[in-house]
């Protein structure tokens, strides 16, 4: 398998899958701000859309979507239950939780990543992130991961995106569960080796 990735970027939740998966696979960077690989060839010509995660497996199939990706890899190594059974209710809470940090965390911290955001929105942007991250503060009370006692891709995923909260000056102080999520997320073995890959850990 090959994972195309853009350090930082959320297909660091993909990265850390498969190095939790402890999949045989190769991570190839694709920066999302010159999408030029590292053999100097046009990263649109293998993804159209240009963004990142992408996922193409030995047989040339691709994966484009993280959550999509994410429970792929699980489903590769059921022993590691990085993901509840297909067709359980927990399995269905995994991708409540995948649905909301994409919708409501990912794509809400976008507008803030864009320099033709107006000044005047990003206040908004900020308040119902704060909102967002406030409920997920209190859906961890008691609970090492969102699904409970066992990490799941959720908790990659939610990892990743809440990484970015440094970089766009949202403070996340108050939420102590979730930085005590955190601190227990970077701690893994798997995250630190995804994280040093991309450049991110020294």
């Known amino acids: 398998m090959k994972l195309y990735y853009s350090a930082g970027a959320c297909s660091l939740s993909p990265h850390i899958a498969l190095e939790e998966a402890g999949l045989k ?3 190839i960077s694709a920066p999302t701000k010159t999408h030029q690989l590292p053999d100097g060839s046009d990263y649109y010509k293998i993804n159209p859309l240009g963004y990142v995660p992408l996922l193409v497996l030995d047989d040339g ?9 994410v429970q792929y890899i699980a489903d590769q190594v059921p022993d590691k239950k990085l993901a509840p059974a297909n067709g359980s209710f927990e399995r269905s809470k995994l991708q409540e939780w995948l649905n909301f940090i994409g919708t409501e965390i990912h794509k809400g911290f976008s507008p803030l990543f864009n320099p033709a955001t107006p000044a005047d929105y990003k206040p908004m942007v900020m308040a119902r992130l704060a909102e967002r991250l406030k409920f997920t503060d209190g859906e961890l009370a008691g609970k090492t991961y969102l699904m409970g006692d066992t990490f799941t891709v959720a908790d990659g995923y939610l990892f990743t995106v809440t990484n970015w909260a440094q970089f766009v000056g949202l403070d996340i102080s108050s939420f102590t569960n979730l930085l005590a999520f955190r601190a227990r997320v970077a701690a893994r073995p798997a995250v630190i080796a995804a994280m040093t890959a ?3 850990l020294k």
């Open 25 to 27: 696979y190769e991570a």
């Open 61 to 69: 199939r691709q994966l484009r979507e993280g959550p999509a990706i």
């Open 198 to 200: 991309e450049g991110l």
